[in-house]
């Protein structure tokens, strides 16, 4: 079945540095492909979606494009924020229409 | 328009007990999904409905239930609770066939088993 793998964190950044979260996933048929982030004591919020190969998603600053041939949609920041700082989930549309996540990558910004 | 609202916010349930979470969908969306998420992991897919039945589950036991009513809102229930479900869990919204557009989720319930 569909599943998603991220990169391991926690990741710890200084303000104004570049962010390279990455996600591979394995799939039958074109999922699409989502970055939720979770903040604090919160539920998800969508950040960036893509379709189908090669749709780049973006939102807030952060990129991701989808990419068939490397079966990856890595998330990236020019230069991240404190307020950046949360928890990044990869996700991709499952044989329900459900959504498959990875395991999360937390994000520290530090000033 | 407003959004996926979950209630109650926190709840403390002993090994055992029932419980019911309750969904309200973000308006225009049909279709409503619930997720567990244990600390420290991604969410889990628990099942979805659409038109008031079940139309797809995730790998849980049968003593998680649901409900779909006609305004859409829904139901999650867990009979029989065990020290493992103590999670967050997470409603979500969709519109079925627009699957592209993702979900929108709302602030979870934070389930404690004791």
């Known amino acids: 079945g569909n599943s998603v793998t991220q990169m391991e964190g926690p990741v710890t950044l200084s303000e104004e540095a570049f962010l390279t979260i990455n996600c591979t996933y394995t799939a039958t048929g074109y999922p699409s492909l989502f970055w939720y982030v979770q903040y604090p004591g919160e539920g998800l919020q969508l950040l960036l979606k893509a379709t189908k190969a090669d749709d780049k998603g973006s939102n807030k600053g952060f990129e991701a494009t989808y990419r068939k041939e490397t079966t990856s949609f890595h998330l990236e920041k020019g230069s991240v924020q404190v307020s950046d700082s949360a928890v990044y989930f990869c996700a991709l549309t499952g044989s329900q229409g459900n959504l498959i996540f990875g395991k999360g990558t937390k994000l520290s910004v530090k000033p | 328009e407003t959004g996926v609202t979950q209630s109650p916010t926190h709840l403390i349930k002993t090994r055992g007990q029932q419980v019911t979470l309750r969904c309200s969908s973000q308006?225009?969306?049909?279709?409503v999904s619930w997720y567990q998420q244990a600390l420290g992991q991604g969410p889990q897919f628990i099942f979805q409905y659409y038109r008031e039945e079940e139309n797809g589950r995730g790998n849980f036991p049968p003593r998680f239930s649901g409900l779909q009513f006609p305004n859409y809102s829904s139901e999650l229930n867990v009979n029989a609770l065990e020290l493992d479900d103590s999670a967050l869990y997470l409603c979500a919204s969709s519109f079925q066939g627009d699957k592209g557009n993702g979900y929108t989720f709302g602030s979870g319930t934070r389930l404690t088993v004791v």
């Open positions: 308006s225009g969306h049909n279709t």
